[in-house]
């Protein structure tokens, strides 16, 4: 089991990654497996590149046929429009 777990500070964002091999024993075996920071409009943008990468590489029907879920275009979409509002602010 993975636990991903992101910790926002003003505009940078910790993300960490932990592992958890027995789950009955989760916290006694944890192991974190990635660290880093980096600015929020980073990892928005990481994040994006990530799903359209996906999207162009294994396409959308493939993408639901693996998860069992409806490519999230829509989700990325917010995700991108509320990344370049935020950039506008700023």
Not at 1 to 7: D, G, K, L, N, V
Request: aromatic fraction near 14%; charged fraction near 25%.
């Amino acid at each position: 089991m993975f636990r991903w777990i992101f910790e926002r500070d003003q505009l940078d964002v910790q993300v960490r990654i932990i592992w958890f091999p027995d789950h009955n024993q989760a916290n006694r075996n944890a192991e974190i497996i990635f660290n880093a920071k980096c600015t929020l409009d980073h990892l928005a943008r990481a994040i994006i590149a990530g799903f359209r990468r996906l999207q162009h590489e294994i396409g959308e029907r493939s993408y639901e046929g693996d998860w069992g879920f409806p490519f999230p275009a829509h989700e990325i979409a917010a995700v991108d429009q509320a990344r370049r509002s935020f950039a506008q602010l700023s």
